[in-house]
């Protein structure tokens, strides 16, 4: 329901026809309004104004389509008016126009020779021009939370190490803004943090569905700033994030690659801690920890309450083998998953990537998924540390006593005269002409292929055709159903700031879904840094990353487990 509006003009460098309009109404008639306006809606920010909820701005709004947007309004409400130029808030306007500035792309070729043609009367471009038909439709993602809806507290299985943070997390969800805020989590990979996080945001969007909601990695965070900054719309960014209800920022840890940055997100976090507005924040590590992180938000991430995710014991392993069996329809006997729990204890993320493994090589080779077919995958897929460890409490084998040889006694023999026979020459049998065998191509090339991208460190081409050749080495091995493509290959330079994005658009621009990288040698960047930047910015495109580590390299089970992702990638598209 729409309560009063005003729509004044706001005339910009680059577009004398801009209007500004503020209104107060809900999300869903807000909605119809950027809908109606199509392409030239600006995004709906909170205005400094308490008279209203919300404000756009609508780029080159000639007058026919002043006037259907004037009618709409109207219709909604008749408590509003259109003003005229001279008119409105003189200091809002002032204070918005030092950082608003048009996006080009929002100024179509019209209004560009209106400008350069001002002092011209144009009386028959407004008769000509034909009545407002909706654009292109542009719907504003920004207040849809980019939430999993299956991270929820039903699907969170509780067991010792996380039974604390399950229980800081639901009572936030109960009582946002008032109840542990901030809410910092911390943990290793793979150990829940964002499930339980996403499923804060999703209880709450689900109890108020007009709630503004928003979860973001750090990387998109770093990534929307920059944005903001290079096209001059700050203060719609910050009035973006300012006027939140809930806002989950998962790893920011990572918040340390952009200082400048952390002066944003400081002030962003204050203002939204001042007014009760929730805060859920994850990292890798307790925030004293942090490094390159201010002092004053580490302090701030204190503020409420801290909780870490510890690694799950063998019978909450037990359990969510059982729920992701159950979830993935996967028939598995019960000493099977106790099995897989009981050799699997660094994450979950790593549970559950074993067992959908196992279901897709069982099905890819017709065999049927038991004790032995698990028993001879462990040894394929777990790192050779790990297969040590569990030699380690095996008892040591008997060795059984050797048979003590008798002495014999040493004898001179003759030596033997070849024989007059021995002496002839065997003369070999004439040759017969034999066809020439046919040239029969290599099995591995007779594989679908699969096409994905491939990275790898410069200088180390070497290592980049030994990283193909023992993948090549593990499908036939195993006997595989696909062969790897490479799309096209590229180096990347890792001896200086990796900016992440490179390779993710690199995919999209060569419309491929896969990517396959060798990371950077050991000494320049943490792999557990590399690998999770890199995967956020892939996720967030929709590129699967497969990453060699370069410690790796030689390392046959990391090979195997790669491919049988990709087996499950291509079989859920």
Known sequence: MIKKWDLMPSPCDRDKNRYKLLISCSDIDLAEIVKLAGSDAGKPFTPLSQDYNFAMYIYNLSDVKKMAVEKFLKEKCPVGKVDIAGEGSDLEEILENVAETTPSESVSPEVKIEESHAVQNQPSKIAEEKPVVPLTEKTDNFWKPKLNIRYIFDEFIVGSGNRFVQAAAWAVSQNPGKTYNPLFIYGGVGLGKTHIMQSIGNTIKNRNPSAKVLYITTEKFIAEVIEAVRNGTLLEFREHYRSLDLLLVDDIQFLSEAESTQEEFFHTFNILHENQKQIVMTSDKPPKKLAGIEDRLKSRFEWGLIADIKPPDLETRVAILKKKAQNEQIEVDDKILIYIASKLKSNIRELEGFLKRIKAYSAMLNLPMNMD?????????????????????????????????????????????????????????????????????????????????????????????????????????????????????????????????????????????????????????????????????????????????????AKQYKYLNIALDITLIKAEN
């Open 373 to 553: 077919l698990v028993k001879e995958l462990i040894g394929e897929l777990l790192p050779e540390t790990e297969l040590e460890s569990m030699e380690l409490h095996l008892p040591p084998k008997s060795v059984p006593a050797q048979p003590v040889k008798e002495s014999v006694p040493v004898t001179s023999a003759k030596p033997v005269m070849p024989s007059a026979e021995a002496k002839k020459t065997i003369s070999p049998a004439p040759s017969q002409s034999v066809p020439p065998k046919p040239v029969v191509k290599d099995e591995y090339d007779l594989l679908k292929p699969v096409e994905v991208a491939y990275f790898y460190p410069e200088k180390h081409e070497k290592d980049f055709e030994k990283m193909k050749e023992l993948f090549r080495e593990v499908i036939k091995k195993h006997k595989l159903k696909f062969r790897l493509v490479g799309t096209f290959e590229k180096s990347y330079d890792f001896d200086k700031k990796i900016n992440y994005s490179f390779f993710a658009q690199l995919c999209e621009t060569n419309n491929v879904s896969i990517m396959v990288l060798l990371g950077p040698p050991p000494g320049f960047i943490a792999e557990d840094d590399f690998n999770n930047m890199l995967t956020e910015t892939c996720d967030a495109h929709n590129i699967s990353a497969e990453i060699v580590p370069f410690a790796d390299l």
